[in-house]
């Protein structure tokens, strides 16, 4: 059983850095594959990117690859997304996502939303042009 909680939210200006947090209660979690995924409004939630248990391997969305990075610390049971270059077109509610899935299980099964069992309540981000 995970809790997970966002943090980091904020607004910002395009071309600026920010890092979104998400802290995970319960000692299971360095089990879990963990995943970030983004909420604009009045469209579907998208899947931003994943990592796995380890932090070994990573997965992005196509326009984030290489402006965002995913990580994790164990040892501080926390999910990290550190996003640079913002852009307008990334103001999202931002939520993290875990599940006991092996990153590599297969069909790329982490950019589905219905995969993840635990879900964070989301966090802000607001970028202006």
């Known amino acids: 059983q995970v809790q997970l909680v966002e943090s980091g939210g904020g607004s910002v200006q395009a071309g600026a850095s920010l890092r979104v947090s998400c802290a995970a209660s319960g000692r299971t979690f360095s089990s879990h594959a963990a995943g970030w995924f983004r909420q604009a409004p009045g469209k579907e939630r998208a899947f931003v990117a994943a990592i796995s248990a380890s932090g070994s391997s990573t997965y992005y969305e196509d326009s984030v690859k290489g402006r965002f990075t995913i990580s994790r610390d164990n040892a501080k049971n926390t999910e990290y997304l550190q996003m640079n270059s913002l852009k307008p077109e990334d103001t999202a509610t931002y939520y993290c996502?875990?599940?006991?899935?092996?990153?590599?299980?297969?069909?790329?099964?982490?950019?589905?939303?219905?995969?993840?069992?635990?879900w964070g309540q989301g966090t802000q981000v607001t970028v202006s042009s």
């Open positions: 996502a875990a599940d006991l899935k092996r990153l590599d299980y297969g069909s790329r099964w982490f950019e589905r939303l219905h995969e993840y069992d635990y």
